[in-house]
């Protein structure tokens, strides 16, 4: 069974601290990696992705994937109000017959950024 | 563009009614997926198709259905409501390139009672 871990949280930051969410999976062989972001009431918004070991930085939101620790998470710099939701881990999996673009979901992590 | 919509938004059913999830979108996208979410059980995939005439089950396909008659359009049936079909249900799309990521709809939040 292919799995992604996220530690469900909340995780409780103040306003204009550095936010970090972790993600764990368990198979080696994935090879891209997701973060979306879910308002309470709302439906998931892509907001990172990732294929290479390393950093990817866009704009106040850094995504790192160390594929040899199997373990890929977000940073959230100069956090605010505004990011306070629910964090979704993906790793894009061949499940089911092998097609291309199936994820594999994390329960999400909750932020709560506090003024 | 309206990226992916779905309606309804919201609906009651009765146990041992069926209903249609409607779900299109205008991206040209040849992957589409259904997804149930379960509060603090993240998402589930219920079935997913790779083009027009193509489906196939996902992790959680009982007591559902689906057809993929055009590019746009990817409807989800379900037969015989139960109590545990009460869920948010996401429909999703992706161009399957790489990084490309799946793109959600709004969802629809179905209670079975």
């Known amino acids: 069974q292919k799995e992604v871990e996220q530690n469900s949280g909340p995780l409780s930051v103040p306003e204009g601290a550095i936010a970090s969410l972790n993600c764990t999976y368990s198979d080696r062989g994935s090879q891209s990696f997701f973060w979306y972001r879910q308002y309470s009431g709302k439906s998931p918004e892509l907001i990172m992705s990732?294929?290479?070991?390393g950093d990817k930085e866009d704009g106040r939101f850094t995504a790192q994937l160390n594929k040899a620790s199997q373990y890929v998470s977000l940073l959230i710099r100069d956090s605010q109000p505004s990011d306070s939701a629910t964090y979704l881990c993906?790793?894009?999996?061949?499940?089911?017959?092998?097609?291309?673009?199936?994820?594999?979901f994390g329960k999400g992590t909750k932020l709560s950024v506090k003024p | 563009n309206a990226g992916v919509t779905q309606t309804p938004k919201f609906r009651i059913l009765k146990i041992g009614q069926s209903m249609t999830l409607q779900c299109t979108q205008d991206?040209?996208?040849?992957?589409m997926y259904w997804y149930r979410q379960d509060p603090g059980m993240g998402l589930k995939l219920i079935y997913y198709?790779?083009?027009?005439?193509?489906?196939d089950k996902g992790e959680v396909p009982n007591g559902y259905n689906v057809s993929r008659s055009t590019t746009e359009d990817f409807p989800l049936r379900l037969e015989l409501a139960a109590p545990s079909q009460t869920s948010v249900y996401f429909c999703a799309s992706s161009s399957g390139r790489p990084l490309s990521g799946q793109y959600f709809g709004p969802g629809t939040r179905l209670t079975v009672t």
């Open positions: 198709s790779v083009g027009a005439g193509i489906t």
């Open positions: 990732i294929y290479s070991n």
């Open positions: 993906a790793v894009e999996g061949l499940l089911y017959g092998g097609s291309q673009g199936n994820l594999i």
């Open positions: 991206m040209n996208h040849n992957y």
